[in-house]
Nanobody, 122 residues
Framework: VQLQASGGGSVQAGGSLRLSCVAS????????IGWFRQAPGKEREFVVV???????YYADSAKGRFAISRDNAKTTVYLQMNSLKPEDTGVYYC?????????????????WGQGTQVTVSS
């Protein structure tokens, strides 16, 4: 499956962004879709995942501020990010996994998108 992430940008702390991940090429509904991010000089970290039936698992850093959803008809996953903080800055990647609710291990993800930059200024 091919993944295309978009929606990044520059916002001030406290602002919001909505990222989108559009999939093509295979049966979208067969895959869990996760979001990861990577800040400059840091390792990539897990943010959230949504299962093919809508179950979710959030990193502690995302709980209460971010919301993931999927629209199987549009083969798209959305990540609504509210109350953004400077530490949310990074390149955000979406990834697809055949595991039902793949969780934070990047090794469980089979396909990756190209990333979209999110910059949060204080």
């Amino acid at each position: 499956v091919q993944l295309q992430a978009s929606g990044g940008g520059s916002v001030q702390a406290g602002g919001s962004l909505r990222l989108s991940c559009v999939a093509s090429g295979r049966t979208f509904s067969d895959y869990a879709i996760g979001w990861f991010r990577q800040a400059p000089g840091k390792e990539r970290e897990f943010v959230v995942v949504v299962s093919r039936t809508g179950g979710t698992y959030y990193a502690d850093s995302a709980k209460g501020r971010f919301a993931i959803s999927r629209d199987n008809a549009k083969t798209t996953v959305y990540l609504q990010m509210n109350s953004l903080k400077p530490e949310d800055t990074g390149v955000y990647y979406c990834a697809a996994s055949r595991v039902y609710l793949s969780g934070p291990s990047s090794s469980l993800y089979d396909f990756w998108g190209q990333g979209t930059q999110v910059t949060v200024s204080s």
